[in-house]
């Protein structure tokens, strides 16, 4: 897509030299947008943000073929952190954060900044619960305060390309809602582009522009979030909208994956 933030072309990613996780998968991020990419579980959706982000020499992973490409800068084999510094930030899955450090210790820590005054000032303006619990040590924290630090961390790198592993994951449903609240106000109030991987398709698709699904290293589906919500595929796999109007959970993704409808 001309004018994309992000370009990921054909990307191929072994790991340990002989499992291949990722067989030629394109995605665009344009800037502005929030890209939702959606998938069951091990589809490579991880895999796709640790490549992008630069994260998979530590899990013995390369990208073997293809380019990723940000903002016409071909960063597919860039160190980790030169792509940090030019603007691209990953959350994690499973809030990763330094449970013996204060809140203001964890902004710095693991960071690739040493926290200017202004890095602090956007962070704490930006997510001002955090901004109460400054001094508070990060293994007390709520799961959703703890999901705030995670990205409060992202952050302080300023970013103009913030990655979301499953933000929501693990979070009561109320932390849920302020969670992806806080991922359309990162769009709308700083102009951040995101992508986002998320299981919960149907709200990842209420907040996201445009949307991909992935299975087993490609992209089979992609369209605007409304085209994704309403595609009869979409709504029976993953959003629990069966044609029967039956729910539906994620054990029956199985099952789908034999029917390959798509591939
Ligand atoms: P989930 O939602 O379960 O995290 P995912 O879509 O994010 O799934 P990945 O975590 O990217 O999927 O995993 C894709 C595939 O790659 C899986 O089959 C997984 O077992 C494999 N894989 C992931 N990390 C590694 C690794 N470090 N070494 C070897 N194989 C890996």
Partial sequence: MAGALLAVQNVEVIYDEVILVLRGLSLDVPAG??????GSNGAG????????AGLLPTEHGAVTDGTIDFDGTDLTHAEAADRVRRGVALVME???????LTVNENLIAGGYTRGSRADFDRVYGFLPRLAQLRGRVAGYLSGGEQQQLAI?????????????????LGLAPRLVDEVFAI???????????ALLVEQNARRALTIAHRGYVMETGRIVLSGTATELADNPDVKEFYL???????????RDVKHYTRRKRWL
């Fill in 33 to 38: 947008e929030i890209v939702a990419l959606l």
């Fill in 45 to 52: 959706k991880s895999t796709t943000l640790k490549a992008i």
């Fill in 152 to 168: 409060g961390r992202a952050l302080m790198s300023n970013p103009r390309l913030l990655m979301l592993d499953e933000p929501s």
């Fill in 183 to 193: 991922v359309a106000r990162l769009n709308t109030e700083l102009g951040l582009t």
């Fill in 240 to 250: 629990g909208l069966g044609e029967a109007g039956g729910r539906r959970s994620y």
């Fill in 94 to 100: 499973g809030r990763r954060v330094f449970e013996h």
